[in-house]
Every structure is written in structure tokens, then in C-alpha cells.
């Protein structure tokens, strides 16, 4: 029963899982913008922006190669919000982009996927790249921008945040 669900888990990450990927290198890393400062609350913790992190390993064929993908399914904490397709005004759309100086060994990335719950809210970013050598380990480097504690505010309060996940 355990192996079915793990199939069926794998099953789930390939089908999700783009096939188009951009070298990390040519990532264009976004200036800082004065409307977002930098948030005090911690990148990844059980009361930070994310809340957890999800880790899989699967492969795949891209371009005719078997190629092992690494996905990350985060979890965005209930009290902030992440939302590309409603920018604070006179400031830059929320979202997550890539720190290519804070990465190691990492060869290629993808655009960073959102998952709304029923009723729109972003509740899971999930990001997938490739590994420069599947023999070592990989850090992948973030830069979130959200609206914090936006269930205590009636006003946009738009904040970035950079972080790093290792993998594994």
C-alpha cells in the first residue's frame, strides 16, 4: 500500500513537472525596489513566510534525456499572501524568483509554480531545477515577495524576503 502511494506521489510530481528550463546563470536577478523592504520574519519556519518545505526527486525526459529534477512544494503561511496577479500600488508584483548567488550547484531552474485553494488564495509555490552534479548536494536561493500579516491589515503591506533550501 506504502509503495502504491509513493508511485501515485510520483506519479503526481512528473505530471506537474515543467519541461522547459532556463540556465541559472541567465536568470536576471531583480533590483531591490524601495517599495518592498526587507521582512524581520523568518524565510522558512513554522511561523515565518513558508511554513514548510516539501522535497522530491523524480525523472524525467526532457529534450529526449533522462533528466533528475528536483521539486519543491512550499508552503506559504496563512497569514501572508502571495498574489502575481494583484501588485501593491506603485510597487512590484508579489512572487518568487531565483538568487543565482546564493544557489549551489544548481544548473537550471523553472518558472515557480502557484497553487490556489478553492477560493484564489495562493496556499503552495512549488519550484523545480536541476542539479549541476546529482552527486552533491544543491541549494537553491529565493527571494519572496509577499504582503505580510495581511488577515491583521485592511492596507497592502508589500515585504521581500531572500532565503535558502538545501537539497536534500
Known sequence: MKAEQELQKDALAIEEAPTVYTELNAVA??????CRVQSALQFLAPNGIFTFVEKTKISLIIRGVQTEVIRFNITVNPAHRIDPNNPPPNCTKDGVTFLPAQSVNVRAVAEPRYISNSSGKITNVLVFFTRTNKALPATLGLR???????????QYNPKRKPGTIPFP
Not at 29 to 34: I, K
Not at 144 to 154: G, I, P
Open 29 to 34: 536577478v531583480e533590483a531591490e525596489q524601495p
Open 144 to 154: 519572496v515577495k509577499f504582503e505580510e500579516n495581511v488577515s491583521q491589515r485592511t
